[in-house]
Structure formats: C-alpha cells, structure tokens
C-alpha cells in the first residue's frame, strides 16, 4: 500500500492529452513538492517534473506537472508511441523523514 | 555527462549480506548526495536511504534500519549499500540515485542501471 494514491493504469491515443493523478495527504503532497519520474520498460527512472511544475533541461514541453492541495497531476499532450511507460509521483513524508512514491500508473497508447 | 554504474546481479541465501557498488563520474562527488531505491518485482519504487557525498552522513529509512550501511570511498567517488540478513522480500532491483536538493525536497536526476538481488535458498 503506497502512501500516494495513483490509478493503475490510464490509455490515450497518438495526439490525445493523458492525465494522471496522485493523491497524498498534509504530511506529503500537503506540504512538500512532488516530482515525477517516467520509466521505460526494462529501464532505470529518469525525472520529468521537479518542484510541482519544473521540467529538467531536455523534456518536452508537452509535459506538464501542477499541484493543488494534497493532490497533484502529470499532464501529457500530443501523446506519442514513445511515452507507454510507468509514470511514477513522489513527495517528501514527513512521517518517513524521506521520499514516497505512488505505486505507479501504467500509460498504454493505443 | 553524469554517469552512475553500478556492480553486477547477485544472488544469496535467505540470512547472508550483499554489498552493491555505486561508481559516480562526470561530476564533483563532494557536491551531491546519492540515494538507493530499490523495485521489487512487478512493483513500485522503494527509497532505502541516502548519504552524503560530502561527509558521510547518512538518513536511512526507518524500516531498514539496523540492516542497511551506506559508505563512501571519496578516492574512487564510490557509493556502497549493505544489506544484512536478507529476505526473500529484499529480492529486488536496486538502483542509486544522484540526489538533488535539500532535506524535505530530495529528488533523483540521475540513475545507475540497476542492479538485481534475488533471495533464495
């Protein structure tokens, strides 16, 4: 049981905008930034969003991280083949003195 | 470029120890901090800890404490993780991470490639 709370899994089609959700608590998301890390199957995790809603030189605009309260939000437009992959949200918890990640979501591009 | 390698798969008995290497490069080792995630099969990432490039100083999460180390050698600008008595639900991949960014805001920027442990007997 992770302590963010993502969807399993979420689809689009090439073009479409896909949005994933993660939600946390006051100790975590409330609090703290959240960041997102994509991985490609059979891959290490690289960053996508740093700070809520900065993206790490060489990620396309068409990424685009927000956050509201205890809960925040990985965009992504113009959907491509290339971005079916696991989207992982991660925020700093209080409680663990660390970082917690949401159990991740699974993009399938149809 | 930041690079990160990491030592080869290993595969040990329920109650034995692994060491898992960590080679940085393409950076000053000093200025950064390294963390270890481990993915268990099939399952989400999992933050062990982290230490310091600097000096050593090392925050373990709470769970593994008394069975994780996390030691620097700054003459190779290499990272090592410890885990002791090793259970079958320690079979993972591990990963080190570049950490950025203070406590209460660490995040990842740069990965190593992985490295699996399987537990079994």
């Known amino acids: 049981q992770s302590v963010l709370t993502q969807p399993p899994s979420a689809s689009g089609t090439p073009g479409q905008r896909v949005t994933i959700s993660c939600s946390g608590s006051?100790?975590?998301?409330?609090?703290?930034?959240v960041y997102w890390y994509q991985q490609l199957p059979g891959t290490a995790p690289t960053v996508l969003i740093y700070r809520n809603d900065q993206r790490p030189s060489g990620v396309p605009d068409r990424f685009s991280g927000s956050k509201s309260g205890t809960s925040a939000s990985l965009a992504i437009s113009g959907l491509r083949s290339e971005d079916e992959a696991d989207y992982y949200c991660a925020a700093w918890e209080d409680s663990v003195n660390g970082p917690v990640f949401g159990g991740g979501t699974k993009l399938t591009v149809l | 470029q930041v690079q990160l390698v990491q030592s080869g798969a290993e595969v040990k008995k329920p109650g034995a120890s692994v060491k898992v290497s960590c080679e940085a490069s393409g950076y000053t080792f000093s200025s950064y901090g390294i963390s270890w995630v481990r993915q268990a099969p099939g399952q989400g990432l999992e933050w062990m800890g982290w230490?310091?490039?600097?000096?050593?100083?090392?925050n373990y999460v709470q769970k593994l404490q008394g069975r994780v180390t996390m030691t620097t050698d700054t003459s190779t600008s290499t990272v090592y993780m410890e885990l002791r008595s090793l259970r079958s639900d320690d079979t993972a991949v591990y990963y080190c991470a570049r950490t950025k960014g203070p406590k209460g805001g660490y995040y990842f920027d740069s990965w190593g490639q992985g490295t699996l442990v399987t537990v079994s007997s």
């Open positions: 006051s100790s975590n998301i409330g609090r703290n930034f």
């Open positions: 230490i310091s490039g600097y000096n050593g100083n090392t």
